[in-house]
């Protein structure tokens, strides 16, 4: 059974991409995941307050200004730049599988830069999360895209290797954005980005984090979103927040993904849960007489409908229409 699919120009033996997060920060760990399956690994974030002296000082001021710690200190952060960059050299050295960087930020700016050290240091390709909540009421929704693009385009022309864009599904066309941003020189999009959420701790009287895993669920509004995009796009599409399941996997694949990025699932179960999507897909591969991805990619994506908004808004109707008492 061929799972080989091609993801932002590389060649990856399978979908099952581990994304954003704490396993790069340990090479043993990391040489476990390629071990059980896993194609590619995305590195923790590296965020543009830790790089661009700008967001140094917005840090220094925002604590300041509010007498709390709501930013960490820069020694709080698990990878500061110089170590993110040998973390990518000690990875390159130990596994065979392709690294990719994370960037998160916000603007254009100096930080963008810093990715060229990436590139030096053996990164594959680079994903860029943005990770934006607009709370000032001046600020325009087109001026928040136009930086977007900005972004995109100044990283884009830095850096030789690929870029991928993980977005938020919180923008009035998502497919408008997604086309403009591969203009941009994006090589794929990433949907989607997951907002952690504050909640309130009423003893305290204090805005509380919390971190709270992915669940199955998350992945519809994922779904929708790829097979709108698959059509409208040449460039690379990955699904990440919900898969959980080979079931979940083939969905992803069916809508347009390229790869599936897992995360929660990898923390509940360990390494090891690799190896059961995988056989999961095969068997349904083997029961639907696929011999590869190609066959079946893409194929429930909007491509045949003349009108996606009609369909769009007919499912509404339809679901609306079905619930009695």
């Keep these: 059974m061929n799972l080989t699919t091609h993801y932002l120009g590389l060649t990856l033996r399978n979908p099952f991409v581990v994304g954003a997060s704490p396993f790069c920060d340990d090479v043993y760990v990391a040489r476990k995941l390629q071990d059980a399956g896993a194609s590619a690994l995305i590195m923790r974030s590296l965020f543009e307050e830790q790089i661009d002296p700008a967001g140094s000082n917005i840090i220094a001021s925002a604590a300041s200004a509010e007498g709390d710690d709501e930013f960490p200190e820069f020694a709080g952060y698990q990878l500061v730049p110089d170590s993110y960059v040998r973390q990518i050299e000690h990875l390159k050295s130990t596994v065979t599988i392709p690294i990719i960087a994370s960037l998160n930020g916000r603007h254009p700016g100096s930080w963008l830069e810093f990715a060229r050290r990436l590139e030096g240091a053996g990164a594959d390709a680079i994903e860029l999360n943005f990770y934006h909540v607009v709370t000032d009421p001046t600020v325009a929704a087109d001026q928040v895209e136009t930086e977007m693009l900005r972004t995109v385009g100044n990283l884009t022309s830095t850096v030789r290797i690929p870029v991928a864009v993980k977005l938020s599904p919180f923008h009035a066309s998502v497919a408008q954005l997604a086309v403009a941003l591969e203009l941009e020189g994006a090589a794929g999009i990433t949907v989607f980005n997951r907002f952690y959420q504050p909640d309130i701790n009423i003893d305290d009287i204090k805005v509380q984090t919390q971190l709270r895993l992915s669940d199955p669920s998350e992945l519809l509004l994922r779904l929708?979103?790829?097979?709108?995009?698959?059509?409208?796009?040449?460039?690379?599409?990955?699904?990440?927040?919900?898969?959980?399941?080979?079931?979940?996997?083939?969905?992803?694949?069916?809508?347009?993904?390229?790869?599936?990025?897992?995360?929660?699932?990898?923390?509940?179960?360990?390494?090891?849960?690799?190896?059961?999507?995988?056989?999961?897909?095969?068997?349904?591969?083997?029961?639907?007489?696929?011999?590869?991805?190609?066959?079946?990619?893409?194929?429930?994506?909007?491509?045949?409908?003349?009108?996606?908004?009609?369909?769009?808004?007919?499912?509404?109707?339809?679901?609306?229409?079905?619930?009695?008492?």
């Design 224 to 325: 929708r979103w790829l097979a709108i995009l698959s059509p409208l796009l040449s460039c690379s599409l990955a699904a990440t927040g919900g898969v959980h399941t080979s079931a979940d996997t083939v969905k992803a694949l069916l809508t347009g993904a390229h790869a599936v990025q897992v995360v929660s699932v990898l923390l509940k179960h360990g390494p090891s849960v690799l190896s059961t999507l995988r056989h999961g897909l095969e068997n349904w591969m083997r029961e639907h007489n696929f011999s590869e991805l190609g066959q079946f990619r893409g194929r429930l994506d909007l491509d045949r409908c003349r009108d996606p908004e009609a369909f769009e808004r007919a499912n509404y109707i339809r679901v609306l229409q079905s619930w009695k008492v």
